[in-house]
């Protein structure tokens, strides 16, 4: 099986990292590692996500998207105003989104001057808004995205809680929101394997994407043994292969 993982992080120690960091690694996630991680499960191509303790110093990510050599694209963290030149040379190293981070902050954050600036040059370039909060927040945290033209991509199933499957299925009726199957460790849903069933029906695989979570920061363990490989949560074959259509759409057709 080949498939496109969406999701994945690089660091190392040493880094700078932000004041209000929630969690630092105590270890190195390396490009070489990650590759041999591609590798090991077929898939040609990756996502590199700036890490939310790095903030908006993207220069680790963008320098692994380089070194990667076209084999990766990016979602850059830009929470501080940019010049459109700089975000059209972020887009010609491969970014491809924005991430918003919005665990322990308020999704207000998005109508912050510097937030709508950054979201108004983001749709000409194609680039889409990933958010990353628990499903109560992310519903808080849409309405502020009403005027994107662009696509919204939903980290981690939506990170529902037990009583939430209806709230994140419901995002489905906006067409600019796609969603990302990854870090089930990460979902407080009991029923893993029914809320994918649920969200394939709602969304359709045209509008999802796999990814790994590697290296499944806080959850390296557990990670390893539920959730490599997107048939964890009982996906078919044809699904998979349309995932990995919209992955290539998304991060590597650009414009498409």
Request: glycine content about 8%; hydrophobic content about 50%.
């Amino acid at each position: 099986m080949t498939t496109i993982d969406t999701h994945a992080h690089v660091f190392a120690r040493g880094l700078p990292a932000i004041a209000t960091a929630r969690y630092v690694p105590d270890y190195d996630a390396p490009l070489a590692a990650y590759l041999a991680f591609l590798d090991g499960i077929g898939a040609r191509e990756g996502v590199l996500v700036q890490p939310s303790f790095l903030g908006s110093d993207n220069s680790f990510l963008l320098a692994a998207l380089k070194a990667a050599e076209g084999r990766l694209a990016g979602v850059a963290v830009v929470e501080e105003r940019r010049a459109p030149e700089a975000a059209e040379a972020m887009a010609a190293a491969g970014i491809r989104g924005l991430r918003y981070n919005l665990v322990g902050r308020s999704p207000e954050v998005l109508a912050l001057a510097d937030a709508t600036a950054m979201l108004a040059i983001a749709a000409p370039l194609g680039w889409h808004v990933e958010l990353h909060a628990d499903a109560p927040d992310l519903a808080a945290a849409l309405p502020y995205l009403r005027g994107f033209d662009g696509r919204i991509v939903i980290d981690h199933f939506g990170r529902p809680g037990p009583d939430d499957a209806a709230l994140v299925t419901s995002w489905a009726a906006d067409p600019r929101v796609h969603m990302k199957l990854s870090a089930p460790y990460r979902v407080r849903h009991p029923d893993i394997r029914g809320l994918a069933g649920r969200i394939v029906d709602a969304y359709g695989p045209e509008r999802l994407m796999w990814g790994s979570d590697w290296p499944w920061t806080q959850h390296e363990e557990a990670a390893k043994a539920v959730s490599l490989l997107p048939g964890a949560v009982g996906l078919d074959g044809a699904t998979i292969a349309t995932m990995e259509a919209t992955a290539r759409r998304l991060f590597f057709e650009l414009g498409v």
